[in-house]
């Protein structure tokens, strides 16, 4: 801002007054003073029954002070000025751009010069250059920029400036057969850096840019067919241009690009990568600041009273520049930030309809570039990245500086306002461009000092923060700060003032509520807690706050509900809410009655965060208040039993397990001690149930439906014929008491070679030698047979393994084939 206020200055003073009035007609300079005076008008304190009829939301804000302070008589539209100020600067930065290039774009043109366009060119190609240099170290192509879409933004704006330029240098204005070898070179690096541009679009990575960048070659390439062709051939030409652009962006992609978009349209495009839920949300913001807005700048905390989606996500920006807008300036101040956009799209247009080479071509890259800037600020921010919004106000000044026809520009000199309209002229074509340039000098030199001496000084800092030129909650972070109902707090007095700069700021109403509540003052800091919650009521970070101060007040039961409110929206802050819960040592059972989400999900939550800071017995807890409640579904079954069975208490994990299947155990664990042993479900994954395992070119294993002893399906086991196999891919785990079991089962093979074949094992993983039995080998071709081994557990044994198993040969012929087949297995208790 220092660079562009001081050097516009300059080249101000350096316009002779002639020039200035005779240069071009001032309504576009008038025209630029509305977005700035428009923003403005927005600070400007405004007698509080004006602001009823004017804003009523905004009112109400101020209304809401009334049981804190004194309410204030006056107050702007926005309800946050001092970010408001920071933007307003900023579109005066964009305002005095404009000018400057008008003044310097149309004194270009009379020499036929593209000067002012050079500059756009110039910083899109270094900008190019640098991200096909990130490419070719295998890091992210982003340029100079923080994201790769605002690194896209600038390129297709500077793109089809590029294209035109190159082609304006191959014709020669002399009109020579010959073009010369200068131009000819100049050419060649313009379409040299058009190329640099459009494939730093590509390895950009970003969608809406590449689509934005061939949208706006689409748009120069049907205004010029439209331009030139008349009838059948004009509507061929442009179908043609369609035609080819589609293709280009068919095939021009890299892979990475093209996976994105086709995750794009495969992951329900509708939602537009969860911008659309943000969108509808603030159709509601729209509805209550309809007419001026929450104030320019004020988006991310106005938001916050709307927000119903993706709630573990702060939104700064809309991703949507439109609304964004519109949502800050109102319906009027869009029109007039709309109008100035619209008057140099039209400018461009029919620049690119004119007889005059230069003219035409300046005018179709102007129109290409504001078109793609256009496309892509319908699903990004753009135009709040400075550096990009500077860039578009510079196209638009150059775009309405183009005369709309060659005689124009003598036109224009030749009439020369007289009287009262010239000093007025001359009033705003010199006097309002150098304030603008001093303002913006003032503000940098301003910024500059608070950087350099008073960041850290929170007193001194206030006072910059009025202005704009510092963020006030980063100047009030480094004195005093509220941190919760027992923290520090800075005096109340500065809090309200706080409250009173910024009303719908939520978290400043919870700063003056732990303030409140230090000063023993209960009543007050319960009145802002309910604002703050007013205007965040999903926003998690709030609830959580919001629930530690009622527990500081004692009213456990409105703690509990912000807790499991914060535990239902939230997954970022789950963690944190439980956390809570156990430092402060609420009991569990109220925790689980009041503190949780109704539902399944939400005991689902606790449960697994017991598991993953392995409290067994607050697991434990946990789990059976689920089962009483009918909670649990098969995976969080088989989680838990997996955690305690990591444990190594197997009995206990045997048992929850049984007690999860209820009606649906058909006797497991009182008189088969053996779960699915008909194998009429598929394995759970829990392993008090079947393990099953294939050996990838040796052994199939399978449930089988088409062959069984009892029910419906058995396991087959398939031998391939290739190996020599060590086989164990059917196992199942149990917890049995001390006692003499019986094992049984039912197996039939067919065609299983070798003198090695299917047998079982049943013993104890953890010392074999507590228990290991073996029943007999079946090879051959048999009928079901019953399988029949007794056996001793001792107290000493906490699991019991079972193995199908087919051990290896020490005979030549030992490449094992057949199939085997095993159903109805169990283990009975028999003392």
Known sequence: MLMLGAGGLVCLLSISPADHLTLHRPFFTWAALLPPVYVGFQLVPLPLQMLRILSPARAQLVDSLTPITQTPAFAPLSFDPETTAAFLVRTLAYSFTAILILEISRRALRRRSWAAVIPIIGIGTFEACLGLLQFSDGGDVSGTYRSKDHFAGLLEMA?????????FLLKDPEGTASLPISKAIKACIAFAAAAAMLVGLVYSLSKMGFAAGLGALFAMGVLAVLSKLNGVGRWLSIAGLAVSITLIFAFLPTDQLADAYVNFFSNNPATVEGRAPIWNDSRQLLAAYPVFGTGLGTYATAFLKYQTANLDYAFTFAHNDYLQLTSELGALGLLIFGALFLMAVSRAVRAAFDEDWNIRLLGLGCAGALTGIGIHSLADFNLYIPANALVLAWIAGVAISIPSRPE??????????LGVVRSLNRLVLRGVPALFAALLVSYATAG???ETKYKSDPIAGSAFCRFGICDADSVFANGERASGPSAPIAPVAKLVEAVKSTPAAPSKWCDLGDGFLQAGQVSQARYCYSRALALGPQIPPLLVRSAIFYDAVQDDEQAFRLGASALQKSDLYRATVLDWYRDRKFGLNDILCRGLPTGSHGAEVYLRYWMGLDEIGNAKTTWDWMLSH??????IARDYVNFLFGDRDYREASTAWAAFLGSRRNGYRESNWLFNG???NEPSGVPFDWEITSIAGQVDTALDSKVAYTGSHSLRIRFAGTDNVNYGGAVQRTSAPAGIYRFTAYIRTQDVTTDKGISFRIFDPENSARVDARTEQFVGTKGWTK???????????KLIELQVIREPTMKFDNKVSGTAWIDTVSLAKID
């Open 159 to 167: 793109l089809p400036l590029a294209v035109a330029y190159a082609i």
């Open 408 to 417: 124009d520009d003598k036109d224009q000199r030749s009439v020369a306002p």
């Open 448 to 450: 500059v000092v608070f």
């Open 630 to 635: 009918h909670y649990a579904d098969g995976a």
């Open 678 to 680: 008909d194998f009429e």
């Open 787 to 797: 399988v029949e081994q007794t056996f001793r557990v001792p107290a000493a044994a």
